[in-house]
C-alpha cells in the first residue's frame, strides 16, 4: 500500500482523537507504554461502519458460493489474486449479487468471469497542483466534478484519494464514470507527454459504476484505488470520504426485498474478513488509588495551602466581595419575599369556638358539632345558618337579635378593606355573610358546610383590621 506524505499524516494525527487511548498508572513505567492508534493504511473504520449498519458478514468464500446472490454484496479491496480460483463473478452479478471493486494493483484482466473490458495500469497517478491538501500524491475530486448519482449524495465538500492509479480500458461509455483531476496545463514537454500517456487532455479513468437508475440487483462499481477507504482517509474532515463510504455501503445493500438485508463478503488483499466487530479503541486499564493514597495526596495538598492558592490566585478580591456581597442580595431577597407572603392572611387551623349568649340553640363544644346537630333536627339549613351569622355580627359588632327582627331589609353595611394587598374575597364573603343573617331565602348544604371557614376567615380579618363594617349599630 502507497503512502501519502507527512503532512496529511499530521493532519490524520489530529483527527483520530476517538482512536487514542493512553494507559494511566501510577509509576514512572508506565510513562514509556505506547499510545495505541488506529492505523493510517488499515480499514478498522469501514468495518466499524458495516458494524453499525448491522450488516451480517460472510466468513469464507465456500459461504460465499452457498449464499443467494440477489441477498449478497460481494467488496474486494486490495490484491485479487485470491479472486481468481474463486467464485465465478459474472454469474455472480448475473443473478442480482452487487459487486464493488476498489484496487491500485496492476491486474490486465481484473477478474476472471467479468464481462467488462476493464484493467488496471497499477501506475501511480499524481496531480501537480490542487491536490487534497496540496499533496500531489492524492488527487481531489471538488464537489462541483462529481456526477449526479447515489453514490456522491450529500457530498459538499469533495473525495480525496491516495495514492490511486488509473483504468485502461477499451470501453469508457459506462452510465457513470469519473476522470482523474490533471490540474494546470504541464510547463515542459516531458510533463505533456507523460499526461498524454496517462489518459489524454482530460485525464485517465478512475470509476465506473452503474447508472442510477439500476436495479437493486447487479450493481457495481470500480475504483482503481482503494486507499479512499483506509482509516487515515476516511476522518479526514476536509473530505467527504466518509459520506462516500457509506453511500457505496447503502447503494448496494439495497435488496428486491425490502425487510431483507444483504449480507457483506469483505475481501481484503484476498483474505476473507470473518466479522465486522471491531473496536476503535485500545483497552485502557485505569488503578484505582488506595484510600491511603488517596489520604496521604490529601494532607498533601492542605499542608501546602494548595486550594486556598488556587482560589485567590484565580480570583481576585474585588471579584470574590462581589460574589459575596450577590450572594448575601439574593438571600436577603428571598427572605423578604418569604416574610411579605406570610403577611398575607392565612387560614386559621384551630376549630372556632362559639361565644355569646345562644338564641334558640344550645351552646356546644364546637362549631362543627353545631353543624352536626343543625343538619339532623333542622331540614331546612337557612334558619341555622342565619343564627350562626348573627350571632358573629353580635359578637365582633354587638347587634341584637332584637335589631335584627326589626331592620330586616335593611340595606347592607358598606364594608371597607385595608392591608397593603386587599383580598377582594373577603368582601364577597361578608355581603354573603350579611345577607344570610337578613335572612337569605335558602341556604344549600355545600354553603352551610363552608360556612366554618368563611365564618374564620372574616374573624381573622375583622382582628387584624383588614375588613370593617360601616353603617352599623354603635355599639
Known amino acids: 500500500m502507497k503512502r501519502i506524505a507527512d503532512?496529511?499524516?499530521?493532519?490524520?494525527?489530529?483527527?483520530?482523537?476517538?482512536g487514542?487511548?493512553?494507559?494511566?498508572?501510577?509509576?514512572?513505567?508506565?510513562?514509556?507504554?505506547?499510545?495505541?492508534?488506529?492505523?493510517?493504511?488499515?480499514?478498522?473504520?469501514?468495518?466499524?461502519?458495516?458494524?453499525?449498519?448491522?450488516?451480517?458478514?460472510?466468513?469464507?468464500?465456500?459461504?460465499?458460493?452457498?449464499?443467494?446472490?440477489?441477498?449478497?454484496?460481494?467488496?474486494?479491496?486490495?490484491?485479487?489474486?485470491?479472486?481468481?480460483g474463486g467464485p465465478n463473478l459474472a454469474k455472480f452479478v448475473a443473478r442480482g449479487g452487487n459487486f464493488l471493486y476498489a484496487s491500485d494493483y496492476r491486474d490486465p484482466r481484473l477478474v476472471n468471469g467479468i464481462p467488462w473490458n476493464l484493467s488496471v495500469m497499477g501506475l501511480k497517478f499524481q496531480q501537480p497542483e490542487g491536490g487534497y491538501l496540496d499533496n500531489p500524491?492524492?488527487?481531489?475530486?471538488?464537489?462541483?466534478?462529481?456526477?449526479?448519482?447515489?453514490?456522491?449524495?450529500?457530498?459538499?465538500?469533495?473525495?480525496?484519494?491516495?495514492?490511486?492509479?488509473?483504468?485502461?480500458?477499451?470501453?469508457?461509455?459506462?452510465?457513470?464514470?469519473?476522470?482523474?483531476?490533471?490540474?494546470?496545463?504541464?510547463?515542459?514537454?516531458?510533463?505533456?507527454?507523460?499526461?498524454?500517456?496517462q489518459g489524454g487532455a482530460r485525464g485517465p479513468f478512475y470509476l465506473f459504476a452503474s447508472g442510477a437508475d439500476a436495479g437493486p440487483g447487479g450493481r457495481c462499481v470500480f475504483l482503481a484505488g482503494h486507499g479512499v477507504f483506509v482509516n487515515g482517509m476516511l476522518l479526514q474532515s476536509e473530505a467527504d470520504n466518509f459520506?462516500?463510504?457509506?453511500?457505496?455501503?447503502?447503494?448496494?445493500?439495497?435488496?428486491?426485498?425490502?425487510?431483507?438485508?444483504?449480507?457483506?463478503?469483505?475481501?481484503?488483499?484476498?483474505?476473507?474478513?470473518?466479522?465486522?466487530?471491531?473496536s476503535l479503541k485500545a483497552e485502557v486499564n485505569v488503578p484505582v488509588p488506595t484510600p491511603e493514597v488517596i489520604n496521604r495526596l490529601l494532607v498533601g495538598l492542605e499542608r501546602e495551602d494548595f486550594f486556598h492558592r488556587l482560589l485567590f490566585e484565580?480570583?481576585?478580591?474585588?471579584?470574590?466581595?462581589?460574589?459575596?456581597?450577590?450572594?448575601?442580595?439574593?438571600?436577603?431577597?428571598?427572605?423578604?419575599?418569604?416574610?411579605?407572603?406570610?403577611?398575607?392572611?392565612?387560614?386559621?387551623?384551630?376549630?372556632?369556638?362559639?361565644?355569646?349568649?345562644?338564641?334558640?340553640?344550645p351552646i356546644l363544644g364546637n362549631e362543627i358539632d353545631q353543624h352536626l346537630l343543625a343538619l339532623r333536627i333542622a331540614p331546612n339549613l337557612t334558619l341555622p345558618a342565619?343564627?350562626?351569622?348573627?350571632?358573629?355580627?353580635?359578637?365582633?359588632?354587638?347587634?341584637?337579635?332584637?335589631?335584627?327582627?326589626?331592620?330586616?331589609?335593611?340595606?347592607?353595611?358598606?364594608?371597607?378593606?385595608?392591608?397593603?394587598?386587599?383580598?377582594?374575597?373577603?368582601?364577597?364573603h361578608a355581603q354573603w355573610l350579611w345577607a344570610i343573617a337578613q335572612g337569605m331565602p335558602t341556604v344549600t348544604r355545600r354553603e352551610f358546610l363552608a360556612l366554618r371557614k368563611i365564618l374564620a376567615e372574616l374573624s381573622h380579618a375583622v382582628a387584624k383590621r383588614q375588613i370593617v363594617f360601616e353603617n352599623l349599630p354603635q355599639k
Open 7 to 18: 503532512s496529511l499524516r499530521m493532519s490524520f494525527g489530529g483527527i483520530l482523537a476517538l
Open 20 to 84: 487514542l487511548a493512553f494507559a494511566f498508572t501510577s509509576n514512572v513505567q508506565a510513562q514509556k507504554d505506547e499510545i495505541h492508534a488506529i492505523p493510517f493504511e488499515g480499514f478498522e473504520v469501514l468495518k466499524f461502519l458495516l458494524h453499525q449498519k448491522g450488516l451480517e458478514p460472510i466468513a469464507s468464500f465456500e459461504g460465499l458460493s452457498k449464499a443467494d446472490p440477489s441477498q449478497t454484496v460481494l467488496m474486494v479491496l486490495g490484491r485479487v489474486d485470491a479472486l481468481e
Open 137 to 197: 500524491d492524492c488527487p481531489y475530486f471538488v464537489a462541483s466534478t462529481l456526477p449526479p448519482h447515489p453514490l456522491f449524495r450529500g457530498m459538499f465538500k469533495g473525495l480525496a484519494t491516495n495514492a490511486p492509479s488509473y483504468f485502461e480500458t477499451n470501453r469508457p461509455n459506462w452510465p457513470v464514470s469519473l476522470r482523474l483531476p490533471l490540474g494546470p496545463p504541464p510547463k515542459d514537454v516531458a510533463d505533456a507527454f507523460a499526461r498524454i500517456f
Open 243 to 278: 459520506m462516500f463510504a457509506n453511500n457505496v455501503l447503502r447503494w448496494l445493500r439495497e435488496s428486491n426485498e425490502p425487510s431483507a438485508s444483504r449480507k457483506i463478503c469483505l475481501v481484503i488483499d484476498g483474505e476473507v474478513v470473518p466479522t465486522f466487530d471491531v
Open 314 to 361: 484565580n480570583v481576585s478580591d474585588t471579584i470574590l466581595w462581589r460574589l459575596c456581597a450577590g450572594l448575601g442580595t439574593l438571600a436577603l431577597i428571598g427572605y423578604g419575599l418569604k416574610r411579605l407572603a406570610a403577611s398575607r392572611f392565612h387560614q386559621d387551623t384551630q376549630v372556632a369556638q362559639t361565644v355569646g349568649p345562644t338564641f334558640g340553640m
Open 386 to 428: 342565619r343564627e350562626l351569622a348573627r350571632r358573629w355580627f353580635q359578637h365582633h359588632h354587638a347587634i341584637s337579635a332584637e335589631w335584627w327582627r326589626t331592620q330586616d331589609g335593611a340595606s347592607p353595611a358598606s364594608i371597607q378593606l385595608h392591608g397593603w394587598w386587599p383580598n377582594p374575597k373577603l368582601r364577597r
